[in-house]
C-alpha cells in the first residue's frame, strides 16, 4: 500500500497573480495579506484600522487616498471598545468618505470576549468568517484576544499561525492591531512591536503609525513590494465625525 504524500506541484504549475489582485488596498495592504497596524497608546491605529474597513466595504480610497482593489463584506472584533463608540467612529469615517454606514457590509461581532488561545473560541471565529465570508478581517487590539506571554515566542507563534490558516482557508486579509513598546523611536517600527519578534516576522503588509514632535507619521512595509515612511497623517473633522487623513 502506497503511503499518503503532501500535495506537491512543478515550480512553473503555480498560480500567477495578476498585478490587478495583488492588492486589496493600492499600495497599503496587500491582497489576502496578514498583518500588524502598530504603534504607540493613542496614535490612532484603531482610527487606521476603521479606515481600512470603511474602504474596503464602500470602495473608496482609505485615507482619502489609497484606493481599493476590490470591495467586499468585511468583519471587526472591537476588544477595547464599546459599540457606540465603534458605530459612533465608522459613521466619522464614513462621513469623512461621503458613503452611509447603512449601506455599507461591515459586521461586528458583539461578543464580550474573543481568545486566540482558546481552541472553542477559535472555531467560533472560523464559523463566523465562514457565515459572512468577508474578505477583510480586522482584530483590535491582539492584546484583549489572549492570556499569553507575548514575549515568547514558542507561545504567540501558535496564535499567529491560526491566523495565517484562518487566512488560507478562506482567501481572506486579516489585520491585528497592536501595541509598540514606548519610548522605541530609535528603532525600526517593526522591531518596536510589542512582544516577540514573531509579530514582525508574520506580516506581509504592516502599517506603523509614530509620533515625532508633534507630526503623527506612517509607514507602510510589505514583503513583497516598495515600502513608504513618513507620510503625514492627522485627525479631521468635528465633534464625533472624526476621520484620519493625509495632510501636506
Known amino acids: 500500500m502506497t503511503p499518503a504524500t ?3 506541484a512543478r515550480a512553473c504549475e503555480l498560480p500567477v ?32 484600522a476603521l479606515d481600512m474597513l470603511v474602504a474596503v466595504a464602500a470602495g ?24 457606540h463608540l465603534v458605530r459612533s467612529r ?11 454606514l447603512a449601506d455599507l457590509p461591515i459586521h461586528v461581532i458583539t461578543a464580550p470576549s474573543l481568545r486566540l488561545d482558546v481552541a472553542e473560541d477559535r472555531q467560533l471565529l472560523q464559523a463566523t468568517v465562514a457565515a459572512v465570508r468577508p474578505i477583510l478581517l480586522v482584530l483590535d487590539p491582539f492584546v484583549r484576544l489572549h492570556r499569553i506571554d507575548e514575549n515568547a515566542s514558542s507561545e504567540v507563534a501558535p496564535l499567529l499561525a491560526s491566523l495565517r490558516e484562518l487566512q488560507r482557508r478562506f482567501a481572506l486579509a486579516v489585520v491585528v492591531v497592536h ?8 528603532i525600526r517600527a517593526g522591531q518596536a512591536l510589542r512582544g516577540s519578534s514573531d509579530f514582525h516576522a508574520w506580516g506581509d503588509s504592516n502599517l506603523y503609525l509614530r509620533r515625532t514632535d508633534d507630526r503623527l507619521l506612517l509607514s507602510v512595509e510589505h514583503r513583497a513590494a516598495p515600502s513608504q515612511t513618513g507620510i503625514p497623517l492627522a485627525l479631521r473633522g468635528g465633534g464625533d465625525a472624526l476621520a484620519l487623513a493625509i495632510i501636506d
Open 60 to 83: 473608496v480610497p482609505c485615507l482619502r487616498h489609497f484606493p481599493p482593489a476590490r470591495r467586499g463584506p468585511v468583519l471587526l472584533y472591537a476588544a477595547e471598545d464599546a459599540l
Open 6 to 8: 503532501l500535495p506537491v
Open 17 to 48: 497573480c495578476p498585478p490587478e489582485h495583488r492588492w486589496l488596498i493600492a499600495d497599503l495592504w496587500a491582497e489576502e495579506a496578514v498583518g500588524i497596524v502598530g504603534g504607540e497608546p493613542k496614535c490612532g491605529k484603531s482610527f487606521l
Open 179 to 186: 501595541h509598540a513598546r514606548k519610548g522605541a523611536h530609535a
Open 90 to 100: 465608522l459613521e466619522g469615517i464614513c462621513h469623512a468618505a461621503g458613503v452611509a
